[in-house]
């Protein structure tokens, strides 16, 4: 899963510990998250903490048992739903700034990832230091935008880093999942996508395209769209593939499941379904054969490599340091375009067949 | 191109052969000519474009990406022509509509080694991320996409509502864009002229035989040998000094794997007959033919060592024949036909050719025990075919039967169980299985002698499955293990020494007969048993 993070950050860009230590001592990177130390918190800790500052809601950055939890509201509601528990949850709304402990301020600012999702900006000793979390740039029905932000230090993630992932135009993937549909309608499309966000960003931009037929959803995908609704987000007309009367009430339909039901017992009860995944990974054919996907649907909520490197231009941080995914590739881009960087070898993100 | 680029991903991406065939086949509906011939052939052989090799693509990144970048992005992906086609930096602005099949190939035909370097940028540049991976695989012909030369003419007979037979007659000899194959077949023209050409002509097959008697007056019995069913061809050829070529079932041409045989022909005829390797194994001495296992050595090689064709020299054994000095017997009834195949035998290198002996007994009864022996001889079994029956393609009802010597029965411990593809994907359906190594009540361990994926119902298949679920003790990525406690009776046809497998066995058809619940797993059978089954 995780590369041996003692490997990252080469020596020939190694990074001059002395100069950070005085630039940006405040803040530390350790590998199981970032520690604001005037603050003592942690960003996206993957162990718990007493004081917790959460980007967004998948799991391998939002974890359980921390003493407070800061986070938006729908980022609280996600984890009170996967964790049934609401202890310490502290609400900040977009764009709010709090103040912690040793004087930092702390900001949350739409990463347009997932419903809730963040960046956070710190700002502490004259300096700016904004956390993206993982973030995309391009439009999402179920979430606000990516905001551009001015900062000295941009920390980012890279799961997409590399440059063969180009993400094609959204409506595009949709328009193959609705042709197939059509090409054989005694078929149904079984789609695999994440619990959150993928799976509701799917059924989303199929309303946006026109679809107005009911959803199908496997059981484990209903409550994350039942809490997507109630933030306001219109996913139209869903059913639970168990409640269906037959399997013919299914032909022609979109079926929606978390990946690993794809291929298991449970996908027999679907008319001859057509097996379809929505991320970002299908871009390389072998990715998508190895997981038995006949149609594959590039669709991903990460920045893809012309995004990630459109995003460090427009930023136009001092310095860039890549939390996860594929850094070797970024590291060696700011390197040809004279911008400084380090890969922070944080653990526990991550990389393959997580939410991306 | 954008049509060939998509069946291209559709093929990739699918499982199902049915599937395969049926966008092959709309794909060769839906295109004009030229374009579906080079597609198809593209797809089935390959098409050789001698100025594009995969260091011409790897040069061409060089000067557009950063070569950390490529080699980063290389490795991910695992394939130069996709890697390349996902890097490749799109114009500025569109430099023209995407080029068709045939006018890329066109193109890429009259690149050299100097002008690649400008001409095939022009094409990628014209193209989108999918239509430059398609590009670039015709381009290299390195396809790999699973579509036989028998999964492309079936697909080809569907397409047009045409035999499939005649669809290998015709192939053969064509050369893209066929575009005479697609007057005949989606115009109704007349089929393509080949007269003087050695082309494949389609065999004639034969229904397993199920009765329990027939009239030995009507049919003609023969041994089934256990070769390959070979077509030895030669014809004047387009030079009219003579071209001989060997046929595999599926019209492949082995020519190259078995050169001795059509060196010795020289005669204008079409002869139809098994491939065997000179032994003992198959009759005895007067068999005179080696076991499968030994053809098996030489089978599938891009040519051949001067011991091999001295140690296991090969030969044909004349069944039929179906032209002989450019006339066609087929239309003639069984006997006429051998007829002429003995009177042409002394025309044929001894050699290389014998004739397959009738099988002479007064009565079926006799004929049955004959074939209940034929095990010890090695041999197949007893083909039987109808004395007035002309020779046609395919299998036809009522006019050849083979009668396979029953299946050997071993029983068989189920130790690995794998995912199927297709509909089978969420199904373990295949199946590997061992015999025991040593005492099972002791200290004797399960060795794998061989894997079987049919053979049983749909609803034994849920059982099986179930059984695997229920039963796992470890898994390895697809593949999961059992607490090896079900039997399996498995049935094969014959079992030969084998250095490729840790058991040094190898099984031919191994199917699952029975699954023997009722039976203990330290009950199965002692590989020894398995290994007292060879007939090498």
Redesign the interface.
């Known amino acids: 899963m995780s590369e041996n993070p003692d490997l990252k950050g080469t020596s020939a860009r190694a990074f001059h510990c002395d100069l950070v230590a005085r630039a940006f001592s405040w803040i530390r990177p350790e590998p199981w998250g970032i520690h604001v130390v005037p603050a003592d918190c942690w960003i996206d800790p993957a162990r718990a903490v007493d004081r917790a500052l959460v980007t967004h809601g998948h799991a391998d950055h939002a974890r359980g048992g921390h003493g407070q939890t800061f986070a938006t509201p729908e980022t609280l509601a996600i984890i009170k739903l996967r964790y049934a528990t609401s202890d310490g949850a502290v609400p900040v709304a977009y764009h709010e700034t709090i103040t912690l402990p040793g004087g930092v301020k702390a900001t949350w600012i739409p990463a347009g990832h997932v419903l809730g999702s963040a960046q956070i900006l710190l700002e502490h000793a004259g300096e700016r230091i904004l956390v993206t979390g993982d973030f995309k740039r391009r439009p999402d029905p179920t979430c606000p935008p990516f905001e551009v932000t001015p900062c000295d230090v941009f920390i980012t993630e890279a799961t997409f880093g590399?440059?063969?992932?180009?993400h094609?135009p959204t409506q595009h993937e949709i328009a193959k999942l609705t042709d197939a549909l059509a090409a054989e309608p005694e078929r149904c499309v079984l789609v695999g996508a994440y619990a959150l966000g993928k799976a509701q960003r799917v059924i989303a931009e199929l309303r946006a395209a026109g679809h107005a037929q009911t959803i199908w959803l496997h059981g484990a995908l209903e409550k994350m769209c039942r809490l997507y609704e109630d933030f306001g987000v219109d996913l139209g007309p869903l059913s639970l593939v168990s409640d269906a009367p037959s399997k013919d009430a299914m032909e022609g339909h979109v079926v929606l499941a978390p990946p690993s039901a794809l291929?298991?017992?449970w996908?027999?009860r679907l008319p001859d379904p057509l097996?379809a995944m929505a991320s970002g990974w299908m871009?390389?054919?072998?990715r998508?054969?190895q997981r038995?996907?006949?149609?594959?649907l590039i669709i991903s909520d990460h920045a893809d490599w012309d995004e990630l490197t459109r995003t460090v231009t427009e930023v136009a941080p001092r310095e860039t340091w890549i939390t996860h995914g594929?850094e070797?590739?970024m590291l060696?881009?700011c390197e040809?375009h004279q911008k400084k960087a380090r890969a922070l070898a944080l653990v526990g993100y991550e990389d393959e067949g997580g939410d991306d | 191109m954008e049509a060939f680029a998509a069946l291209l991903d559709t093929l990739v991406y699918t499982r199902s052969r049915n599937a395969k065939i049926a966008a092959l086949a709309r794909y060769l509906r839906d295109t004009p000519d030229p374009d579906r011939g080079y597609a198809l052939a593209a797809l089935s052989d390959g098409l050789d474009f001698t100025a594009v090799k995969g260091s011409t693509i790897r040069a061409l990144m060089r000067e557009r990406v950063d070569p950390e970048l490529w080699t980063l992005s290389r490795d991910y992906v695992g394939d130069s022509a996709e890697t390349a086609s996902l890097l490749w930096p799109e114009p500025e602005q569109v430099l023209g509509p995407p080029p068709t099949v045939a006018q890329a190939v066109d193109a890429l035909a009259a690149m050299t080694r100097t002008t690649v370097a400008t001409e095939l940028p022009a094409l990628l540049d014209r193209l989108d991320a999918e239509g430059r991976y398609a590009l670039l695989k015709l381009a290299t012909g390195a396809m790999r996409i699973g579509i036989s030369a028998r999964l492309a003419k079936t697909a080809f007979a569907q397409a047009f509502d045409v035999a499939i037979e005649d669809v290998e007659e015709h192939w053969h000899g064509q050369s893209p864009p066929y575009t005479a194959l697609f007057d005949w077949a989606a115009h109704g023209a007349a089929p393509p002229d080949t007269e003087n050409l050695p082309l494949f002509r389609p065999f004639m097959l034969a229904h397993a035989f199920e009765a329990d008697d027939l009239d030995l007056d009507a049919y003609v019995a023969e041994w089934k040998w256990d070769g390959i069913r070979v077509q030895a061809v030669h014809a004047p050829g387009e030079s009219g000094t003579g071209e001989s070529r060997l046929y595999s079932r599926s019209g492949d041409d082995i020519s190259a794997s078995f050169p001795e045989i059509p060196a010795s022909l020289d005669v204008p005829c079409v002869l139809d007959g098994e491939l065997l390797v000179r032994g003992e194994a198959q009759g005895g001495k007067e068999g005179g033919a080696a076991s499968f296992n030994a053809l098996q050595q030489r089978l599938g090689r891009k040519t051949v060592s001067k011991k091999m064709l001295r140690e296991a020299p090969a030969f044909v054994r004349l069944y039929d024949v179906l032209q002989i000095d450019g006339v066609d017997l087929r239309p003639l009834p069984w006997a006429q036909r051998r007829e002429a195949l003995e009177s042409l035998l002394h025309r044929l290198d001894p050699e290389r050719f014998d004739l397959s002996r009738l099988i002479d007994v007064p009565g079926f009864a006799e004929l049955a025990a004959l074939r209940e022996n034929a095990r010890d001889a090695a041999i197949e079994g007893v083909m039987l075919k109808r004395r007035d029956s002309p020779y046609v393609a395919g299998r036809k009802t009522g006019l050849w039967y083979k009668w396979k010597r029953d299946p050997l029965l071993i029983d068989c411990v189920l130790m690995y169980a794998q995912r199927g593809s297709g509909k089978r994907s969420s199904f373990y359906s295949d199946f590997t299985f061992g015999c025991w190594d040593g005492d099972p009540d002791g200290e004797g361990q399960l060795l794998p002698v061989g894997k079987a994926y049919f053979g049983f119902t749909d609803a034994e298949l849920k059982d099986l499955d179930r059984h695997v679920r229920q039963h796992t003790v470890n898994r390895f990525g697809p593949v999961r293990e059992t607490d090896k406690s079900l039997v399996f009776e498995v049935a094969f046809d014959s079992v030969h020494a084998s250095a490729r497998h840790k058991s040094g066995l190898a099984m031919r058809f191994p199917r699952i007969h029975r699954i023997r619940t009722d039976k203990p797993a330290h009950e199965a059978d002692r590989i020894e048993s398995l290994r007292a089954l060879i007939r090498d």
Request: charged residues 40%; glycine residues 4%.
């Open positions: 590399l440059p063969v992932f180009r094609p291929n298991d017992r996908s027999r097996t871009r390389v054919r072998q998508a054969r038995g996907v006949e149609l594959p594929r070797e590739a060696r881009w040809l």
